[in-house]
């Protein structure tokens, strides 16, 4: 049987995106959002999920670069409705692309998701007018071990799609995001 499933490897080391085959026709479309041994046959990985959360968000509004020092979360993510741009900073010491980020548009129209491996930060920006953003954890919630990397720390260099001299709608504990130099590693 044909892989329902297209990888395509990203600039940081374990994160890919994941195209799933759409059936469409004059009715509309499906498509297996996701299928464990699907997943597994395509990544090699074997991922266990235990927790699905859905967030809302207008345009413009940008959430992270969250990830948790304990309870590591490897994270399955995608949009179903409107688009962002989707952000993961790779912060494991030694892996061959720490330091580096890497950032994809992730919409309902193009039905991509982005896997991110535990120990790296994640963040996005809303493009469209508001998004709906799914994601898939490895792991549970654990507010005690959360950081925050500054969204625009100057050694990460991240290019954020704002618009120009704009700034993106916040909260406290993201606008108060640790410099990469003050931000714990793995």
């Known amino acids: 049987m044909a892989s329902k499933l297209f990888i395509t490897p990203t600039s940081i080391h374990d994160v890919f995106i994941v195209e799933p085959k759409v ?7 499906f498509t297996e959002s996701f299928n464990a041994e699907d997943f597994a046959n395509a990544t090699g ?3 266990q999920f235990v927790q699905d959360n859905h967030s809302f968000s207008r345009q413009w509004t940008l959430r992270g ?4 020092m304990e309870k590591t979360q490897g994270k399955l993510v995608r949009v179903v409705a409107g688009s962002v741009f989707d952000v993961a900073v790779d912060i494991r010491e030694d892996s061959p692309t720490y330091g580096k980020w890497v950032g994809v548009e992730l919409s309902a ?3 991509k998701q982005m896997w991110i491996p535990a120990q790296l930060a994640h963040g996005f920006l809303v ?3 508001t998004a709906e953003f799914l994601y898939k954890t490895t792991d549970y919630y654990h507010p005690q071990s ?3 990397l500054a969204w625009n720390d100057p050694t990460v260099g991240i290019e954020w ?3 120009s ?3 993106p709608n916040m909260n406290a504990k993201d606008t108060a995001g640790l410099l990469w130099d003050a931000a714990p590693k793995f």
């Open 161 to 163: 799609p704002l618009p």
């Open 146 to 148: 959360e950081v925050c």
């Open 23 to 29: 059936f469409g026709d004059e009715r509309g479309w």
């Open 127 to 129: 493009l469209s007018p």
């Open 45 to 47: 990985l074997d991922v």
């Open 165 to 167: 001299g704009a700034q």
């Open 65 to 68: 670069l969250h990830y948790q």
């Open 109 to 111: 129209a193009n039905h």
